[in-house]
C-alpha cells in the first residue's frame, strides 16, 4: 500500500475495541504456505491489522491467483 | 493423463489430418495452401508451394491425371476444385521465380538411373540434391520418354526440354543412346540403381518377377530382387505422371537409406497416396458452379474465384457449436497437449488451469465429433488428478462445494416419508436449484405426484454434482453413500426426480437405483393442466444432462402438447441440445465465458424458452431471454412476468432452500418448523447496488452476518472517526470476510463487503 493511502487511513480510522489509533507495522501475510510481509495498518495496543478493500481486491487477490496457478 | 493416453486423444482428433486432396494426392501437394493464396490473389506464394513437392510444374500442371479430385468434398457441391488448371495460372506467372536448390556436400557413392522419363529424372534430382554422384542411361536421344506422347497443344516439347534441362544443369551424368544389358551393366561401377524404364523394358539385373513377368519389388520400398536395385514409374503401374514423380522420390529417399545402411522401412506411412481420416462436414455449403478456365488459361479474376470454390477442409465440427472450444482458439488435438503440459508443470505457472475449470463438461463435442472426442470426459479427468495432486487451485471450485456442504447440512436438508412410516415405495427427489429458485413449487409439486405415486417421500438435498463436476472424487463418492445410506433405510424407493443433473449423477453413481422424472408421473397419469396459454411462441431448450435421455425429453413436449402449448425444435435440441453455462461448475471459473455462451444459446431463436432445468432458466433470464421452467406453466401465474423473473441471488438461494424445507415439513406433518440462526438477529439494510456487489464477490447475506454479530458480541472492530462507521473481520473457515456498516434503528446498514483468503499471520518480524 501507498504511504499516502496509508496515512489517509490512519486518520480515519481507530481501534473500536480498546479506541486505540492505528500505526504501520508489518504484518506477514501467507497462502497455501507462502507468505510475506506487507506494510498495513495495525491497533497499537491490540496489534489487529486492519486489511482495507483495495489491498484485498488489489493486491491480496492478484497474489492469491499467482500463488494457486504455482 | 500419461504419454500414451495423451497420445491416442491427440490421435483421436481429426482436425490435423491432412484434407483428402493432398492425402490422395501421391506427393502430396498442399493444395489447400494452394488454393488459399489463389483465393487472396497471391499467385507467387501459390507458386512456391506448389514447387516444393513437383520439380516438373509445368509437365504435371498440364499432364496430371489429378487424383486430388476424386476426394474434393467440392464435388457433390458444385464440382471439384480444377487443381491442374489453378497450378497453370500460377506457373505462368512465376515460373521465373525458380532457383537452382542447395545441394549438399557430395558423397562418394554412385547411382545409376535407367531410363530418363519422368520417374528415373525425379530419382536423378532427390539424390543429386543429396549429394550423390548420378549417371542416368537412356536408351533414345533424347529425354522424357512417355512425355513425349502428349500432343503438343497439351504439352509442347519445350515445355519438356525446359523443365529437364533445369534438372539434368544441377549436375546429372547423361549417356543417350544407351540401352543396359546385363553385360553391359556388369561393366559399370556403382552402389545403387533405379530402374524407370518404362513398361515392357529389358531386364538388365535379371530381377525376379511375377507369374504375369512383372518384375517383384516391394511396394513400400521400391526395393526389388536384388538388394541395391530400386524400380518405379509405368514399368509397375498405368502410366500417370504424378505417380511417377512419386515413385522417383519415394525410391530415391530408399536409395539414400540404403546407402546410408538405416532402415529402409521405418516412419514410412503415408508417404504414397492415402485415404485421409480428416472428415469435413458439407451439409450447410451451398453448391457453387466450376469456374471454368478458358483455352489461355485462367484470367487472375477467374483463378481467383475458382480458388475461393476450394472449401479449405477441415473438421472443427466441435468447436463450431462450443463457445468454450472457440473461446480459446484452437482446437481438441491441441487443447489435451496443453492440457497435458499444465499437469506436467513442477515449478512454473500452470497457465491452462483456467482453460481446464472452464469446460461445462457438457458432452456435445463428443455428439457431433466423427470419432466421439469428449473434451468433458478429459477435463473432468484432469480435474480429479489435480485434486488429488493438490494442484486444483482451492478457489476454483470452493463457492460451489460449500453451496452443496450447505443443502447437505443437516439444518437443511429434509428425510420425510408421508405417513411417518420408516419406509416409502417412492421418492420425490427436486433437487437443491429447484428449492433454490422456486420453494414455492415444491410441495405443488409433492401434491401433484402424491395424488397418482402411493407411499411417496421426499428428500431434500444436493445430489453431489457439484463434486463430481469439481474433480472431487472422494466427496461425490462420500456424498453418494450418504445418500445411499438413507434411501436403504427408506426400504429402497423408486426415485421421482425433477433436475436431469441429479439424474446423471445417479445413473452413473448407483445404477441400480430405479429413477423417473416427474414430467414421465404427469406424463403416464394424465396431470399436465389442460388448456394453459402463452402469448409468444416458445422453442424446447433441452438441458445438457437431459442429451440421451429420450424419455425425459419426450415427456415434456407430451405435457406442452397436453396444455395446448405451441412449441417448436432449436436447431440444436435433445441430443444435440447445449449447455446454458452452470454445467462443470464453468460460472464459478469463467463468468465471462458463461455470459458468451448464454448469448450464443439466447440468440438462436427469437422465441422465448421453455426448459425443465431451474439453473438453465435462471441463467438464461438472466441474460435477457424470456425463458419458462416447465414447473411455470403447470403452476405458475402471469407467465409473461414469469418467463422475465431473474434468478434469486445466492443468498436468496440459501434461504429459500430453508423455506422449501419448511413448507414440506408443514405440508407433511403440520407442524411449524421455524428454523434461525442467532446471526439471523442482525437485520441487514442492503441496497439493490450492494446486493450485486456481494453477489460479485461471492459474499452471502449469512456471512455479512456473521461478521456483524462478532463484531457485535465481541468489540473486536475498527472505528472511523469522520464516518461513524464500524469495520470488522470474520473468518468462519478459509476466508476472511471485511464489513463495513452503521446502525440504523433496529438494523444494520452494509456500505462495503469483501473478503480475501490470504492469512493474516501477525507481526512480522
Not at chain 1, 43 to 61: D, F, Q, T, W, Y
Not at chain 2, 236 to 250: A, E, M, Y
Not at chain 2, 251 to 267: G, P
Request: with cysteine; glycine share 6%.
Amino acid at each position: 500500500m501507498s504511504d499516502s493511502s496509508l496515512d489517509s487511513l490512519k486518520s480515519q480510522w481507530t481501534c473500536g475495541k480498546c479506541g486505540a489509533p492505528l500505526e504501520v507495522a508489518s504484518v506477514n501475510v501467507s497462502y497455501l504456505g507462502s507468505g510475506y510481509p506487507v506494510d498495513m495498518l495495525v491497533c497499537k495496543n491490540c496489534k489487529r491489522p486492519l486489511v482495507p478493500a483495495e489491498l484485498a481486491l488489489g493486491k491480496m487477490l492478484e497474489v492469491e491467483k499467482l500463488m494457486e496457478d504455482k | 493423463m500419461d504419454q500414451t493416453r495423451l497420445r491416442e486423444l491427440e490421435d483421436q482428433c481429426i482436425q490435423e489430418c491432412a484434407p483428402p486432396c493432398a492425402a490422395h494426392c501421391p506427393v502430396h501437394v498442399d493444395v489447400r495452401a494452394l488454393t488459399s493464396a489463389i483465393a487472396t490473389g497471391d499467385f507467387q506464394t501459390a507458386f512456391k508451394t506448389l514447387y516444393k513437392t513437383v520439380p516438373f510444374p509445368e509437365i504435371i500442371a498440364r499432364t496430371c491425371n489429378q487424383p486430388c479430385q476424386a476426394a474434393c468434398y467440392r464435388k457433390s457441391v458444385g464440382g471439384d476444385i480444377q487443381v491442374a488448371a489453378l497450378e497453370l495460372a500460377c506457373i505462368q506467372r512465376y515460373d521465373h521465380l525458380i532457383t537452382k536448390p542447395m545441394l549438399l556436400p557430395q558423397k562418394d557413392a554412385r547411382v545409376l538411373i535407367i531410363g530418363g522419363g519422368l520417374s528415373g529424372l525425379t530419382a536423378a534430382f532427390e539424390l543429386v540434391k543429396k549429394g550423390y554422384q548420378v549417371a542416368l542411361y537412356e536408351r533414345e536421344n533424347r529425354l522424357g520418354g512417355r512425355l513425349w506422347s502428349y500432343n503438343e497443344d497439351q504439352l509442347h516439347g519445350e515445355v519438356i526440354h525446359r523443365e529437364i534441362e533445369r534438372i539434368i544443369d544441377l549436375g546429372i551424368e547423361v549417356h543417350f543412346n544407351t540401352e543396359l544389358t546385363p553385360a553391359s551393366v556388369s561393366s559399370l561401377q556403382f552402389d545403387a540403381c533405379y530402374l524407370g524404364t518404362g513398361a515392357g523394358a529389358s531386364n538388365p539385373f535379371n530381377l525376379l518377377t511375377n507369374p504375369n513377368h512383372s518384375l517383384q519389388v516391394n511396394t513400400d520400398t521400391f526395393q526389388t530382387s536384388q538388394a541395391n536395385v530400386f524400380a518405379g514409374g509405368s514399368l509397375l503401374r498405368p502410366p500417370s505422371t504424378i505417380f511417377s514423380v512419386s515413385d522417383g522420390r519415394r525410391a530415391a529417399i530408399s536409395i539414400d537409406r540404403f546407402l546410408q545402411n538405416v532402415s529402409l522401412t521405418a516412419s514410412r506411412v503415408n508417404e504414397g497416396a492415402y485415404n485421409t481420416r480428416l472428415i469435413t462436414n458439407i451439409s450447410k455449403v451451398d453448391s457453387v458452379e466450376i469456374v471454368p478456365p478458358a483455352p489461355t488459361g485462367y484470367s487472375v479474376a477467374d483463378a481467383i474465384a475458382e480458388a475461393n470454390r476450394c472449401l479449405q477442409c477441415d473438421c472443427m465440427e466441435c468447436v463450431k457449436v462450443c463457445e468454450y472450444l472457440k473461446h480459446y482458439g484452437s482446437y481438441p488435438r491441441k487443447y489435451v497437449r496443453e492440457i497435458y503440459n499444465n499437469l506436467s508443470i513442477i515449478m512454473r505457472t500452470r497457465t491452462s488451469n483456467k482453460m481446464i475449470n472452464s469446460c461445462t463438461l457438457c458432452g456435445l463435442c463428443e455428439e457431433v465429433c466423427p470419432t466421439d472426442l469428449n473434451m468433458g470426459v478429459v477435463n473432468n479427468e484432469v480435474r480429479q488428478t489435480m485434486v488429488k495432486t493438490g494442484k486444483m487451485p482451492p478457489s476454483a471450485h470452493d463457492f460451489a462445494l460449500r453451496d452443496m456442504a450447505f443443502s447437505n447440512d443437516a439444518r437443511v436438508a429434509l428425510n420425510l416419508t408421508a405417513d411417518g412410516s420408516e419406509t416409502c415405495d417412492y421418492l420425490f427427489f427436486p433437487g437443491c436449484q429447484l428449492s433454490a429458485s422456486n420453494p414455492e413449487y415444491i410441495p405443488k409439486l409433492y401434491q401433484s405426484l402424491a395424488s397418482v405415486l402411493p407411499k411417496l417421500g421426499v428428500m431434500l438435498r444436493c445430489c453431489g454434482a457439484p463434486a463430481d463436476w469439481s474433480g472431487e472424487q472422494e466427496l461425490f463418492a462420500q456424498t453418494m453413500l450418504e445418500f445411499k445410506t438413507q434411501w436403504l433405510a427408506l426400504g429402497k424407493p423408486k426415485l421421482v426426480l425433477a433436475c436431469t443433473s441429479c439424474l446423471r449423477m445417479f445413473s452413473t453413481a448407483l445404477p441400480e437405483i430405479e429413477t423417473l422424472s416427474a414430467w414421465q408421473v404427469f406424463e403416464a397419469h394424465t396431470l399436465f393442466p389442460a388448456s394453459r396459454q402463452y402469448s409468444r411462441s416458445l422453442a424446447i431448450h433441452d438441458p445438457c444432462t437431459s442429451r440421451y435421455v429420450d424419455k425425459w425429453q419426450d415427456a415434456v413436449r407430451t405435457g406442452l402438447d397436453a396444455m395446448g402449448i405451441t412449441h417448436h425444435e432449436l436447431e440444436m435440441s435433445r441430443d444435440l441440445t447445449e449447455c446454458c453455462g452452470y454445467g462443470g461448475v464453468a460460472w464459478l471459473a469463467h463468468p465471462e465465458l458463461v455470459q458468451d455462451i448464454l448469448k450464443r444459446r439466447a440468440s438462436e431463436d427469437e422465441a422465448d424458452y421453455l426448459t425443465y432445468c431451474v439453473m438453465c432458466r435462471d441463467l438464461l433470464a438472466g441474460q435477457g431471454k424470456p425463458t419458462l421452467h416447465l414447473l411455470d406453466l403447470i403452476f405458475g401465474e402471469n407467465l409473461d412476468q414469469l418467463a422475465r423473473r431473474k434468478g434469486p441471488d445466492y443468498s436468496q438461494r440459501h434461504e429459500n432452500r430453508l423455506r422449501a424445507k419448511e413448507k414440506m415439513i408443514k405440508l407433511i406433518t403440520g407442524k411449524e418448523h421455524p428454523m434461525t440462526e442467532s446471526y439471523e438477529r442482525y437485520t441487514l439494510l442492503l441496497t439493490p447496488e450492494m446486493r450485486v456487489t456481494l453477489e460479485e464477490r461471492l459474499i452471502l447475506v449469512e456471512d455479512v452476518q456473521k461478521v456483524i454479530e462478532f463484531a457485535e458480541t465481541s468489540g473486536e472492530s475498527f472505528k472511523n472517526q469522520q464516518t461513524g462507521h464500524t469495520l470488522a473481520f470474520f473468518k468462519p473457515n478459509l476466508i476472511t470476510y471485511w464489513v463495513e456498516f452503521s446502525r440504523e434503528g433496529d438494523a444494520w446498514r452494509v456500505h462495503n463487503a469483501y473478503s480475501h483468503r490470504m492469512e493474516l499471520e501477525g507481526r512480522a518480524s
